[in-house]
């Protein structure tokens, strides 16, 4: 196989595990609430973090969907790498922005601020926004 014929069967490689990455995502989050979470939460014996259960109910949803969230943004830069442009670097720096900004926001509101992570989620989408910014 030439040179071209290779990069085009890698970029199409990397497309497949783009969807794949979608596909995942969504049935993690689907299939996780549905049968998971929602059964998890009927327990009695869940730990009573800062007084109740409802914490610790916030913190496991909340921290469920950031996982696909995640894969969501790992999805995005494999499909930025299958057509690589002469940016490629500011993309996915704007994609890890995004995702982590994303997360800050569903971390902040789920625990209505009361896990941190939050905080730490805003200060590394701020970090890669000036990666790209001053780059």
């Known amino acids: 196989m030439g040179r071209s014929t290779m990069t085009l069967y890698g970029s199409g490689m990397l497309i497949i595990g783009t969807i794949l990455l979608l596909i995942i995502g969504l049935i993690h989050s689907y299939l996780g609430e549905k049968y998971i979470l929602i059964r998890l939460f009927r327990r009695e014996d869940l730990p009573k973090l800062l007084g109740s ?47 982590f900004a994303l997360s800050g926001i569903v971390s902040l509101l789920f625990s209505r601020g009361k896990h941190l992570s939050w905080l730490l989620f805003f200060i590394i989408a701020a970090m890669s926004y000036y990666g790209i910014t001053y780059s």
């Open 53 to 99: 259960d409802w914490f610790t109910k916030r913190v496991l949803r909340f921290a469920w969907h950031l996982t696909t969230l995640a894969w969501w943004g790992f999805a995005a830069i494999l499909y930025v790498l299958s057509t690589p442009s002469v940016n490629v670097k500011n993309e996915i720096l704007i994609i890890i922005t995004v995702v």
